[in-house]
């Protein structure tokens, strides 16, 4: 089924909720109410955290609220439901095991063998092409870290300077580095062998360099005849537009496909403050329109190279999801081309994922899994997000109570 930019509404509530009952829709009313009050959100990212830890009980709020609205489940068998029932809405799934920040190489080997286990399990279902991964979930920050100062303090490609600083570890750095790249490549060959994307997402800058080198290895690897490997883009970095351009030019050079999922960023104030503290330049654009301006040139730039360049539009930004249909259709591409694809967090934006998905367009939502209290940063940064990010909370509540209403009128 095709469609033209005006057939496509991200208005159009009717097809953005229709999988969500009267109920779910008031809770999920009540809870972004919540959630635009910024005192409430500052005091419930600091409470519900230390809350778990404590050990008060508080799982079962949380269950019911914020996890429940983000979150697909504690396990595989829980998010099957949640995938059954967007499979009904032509939406896919981007699985993420959402445990973040558990380190040691034995919490590390647990994690490879685990995302193992999930790509086992998308690829015994239809709709879940895509896992996403954080390589910190198999790398001690703090040797992120070494690299990445390493590499600054070299000169030439990305290539040049990871290798070059590999040989400045030492000899035990050494080590735990290629069972870093071990485990990454155990992840990626599965991926390979069952036909699964791995997304490798972005984090922070100051460990952003050895990151991207070693995802431009996997590609190089396991990206020769489709796109199994994706790096993350973050379109708020001044600096990333030229990353996207020079890893396609060694995309062409090393004749792989080239995965980039593209986002926007959520590290923004963590970014500004830290290079305040340190004395360096911001790497984060200095305003919003920038930022958008950025974005939209390098989605131009990955459909310009479609051949070339696989992307994941990664957007809750309406005026770009819309801008990669119109560019598909001038070129007379179909909206399920296999190099394209959209995706939205699990609890957002549902407005742009299922009307993008009923016209045709191969889409997904983000959807991460695991025990509550190993995903409570991940939903922080959720609850966080929806406050930071200018009328976003706004524009959800607006759409859920337009769907509340035309039910309403359509009872009476």
């Known amino acids: 089924m095709d469609a033209s930019p005006a057939t496509i509404s991200f208005d159009n509530t009717e097809f953005a909720f229709q999988y969500k009952t009267d109920e779910e829709l008031k809770k999920a009313k009540w809870l972004f109410s919540l959630m635009s009050k910024p005192w409430i959100v500052k005091a419930g990212v600091k409470l519900a955290p230390w809350s778990l830890q404590v050990g008060l009980p508080v799982k079962g709020l949380i269950r019911n609220t914020i996890f429940k609205q983000f979150v697909g489940g504690e396990s595989l068998e829980q998010i099957a439901p949640v995938a059954q029932l967007l499979d009904k809405y032509n939406v896919k799934i981007i699985l993420d095991y959402g445990v973040e920040g558990k380190e040691g190489e034995e919490n590390f080997d647990n994690a490879c063998e685990v995302f193992i286990k999930v790509i086992n399990y998308a690829a015994s279902q239809s709709n879940i092409p895509f896992i996403g991964v954080k390589i910190t979930g198999f790398a001690r920050f703090a040797l992120l870290e070494r690299l990445s100062e390493l590499m600054q303090k070299e000169s030439g490609t990305l290539m040049k300077r990871f290798l070059a600083a590999i040989e400045k570890l030492s000899h035990d750095e050494k080590e735990e580095w290629h069972r870093v790249r071990y485990r990454v490549m155990r992840v990626c060959d599965a991926a390979a062998k069952n036909k699964i994307g791995v997304s490798i997402d972005a984090e922070e800058t100051w460990i952003t360099d050895p990151l991207d080198a070693l995802t431009i290895l996997m590609m190089d690897q396991f990206n020769k005849e489709s796109a199994i490997v994706y790096n993350t883009t973050q379109h708020y970095r001044t600096d990333r537009q030229q990353f996207l351009k020079d890893s396609y030019e060694a995309a062409v050079e090393r004749n792989f496909i080239l995965g980039a999922k593209m986002v926007r960023g959520a590290y923004m104030e963590k970014e500004r403050k830290r290079a305040a503290e340190k004395g360096y330049p911001s790497p984060i654009m200095p305003d919003k329109a920038s930022t ?69 367009c191969s889409v997904s939502k983000y959807l991460p899994f695991g025990p509550i209290k190993d995903v409570i940063k991940y939903l922080m940064r959720r609850a966080e997000e929806n406050t930071s990010v200018k009328g976003q909370t706004n524009r959800e509540l607006m759409l859920i109570e337009k769907e509340l209403e035309r039910r309403k009128s359509k009872k009476s």
Request: glycine share 4%; hydrophobic share 40%.
């Open 292 to 360: 958008d301006r950025d974005y939209d040139e390098s989605l131009r730039f990955c459909i310009d190279h479609i051949d070339r360049i696989a992307i994941v539009v990664a957007s809750h930004n309406e005026n770009s999801n819309m801008l990669a249909v119109k560019l598909l259709q001038e070129k007379g591409l179909p909206l399920n081309h296999p190099h394209i694809h959209w995706s939205q967090l699990y609890g957002m934006s549902d407005n742009i994922t299922f009307n993008l998905a009923h016209a045709g």
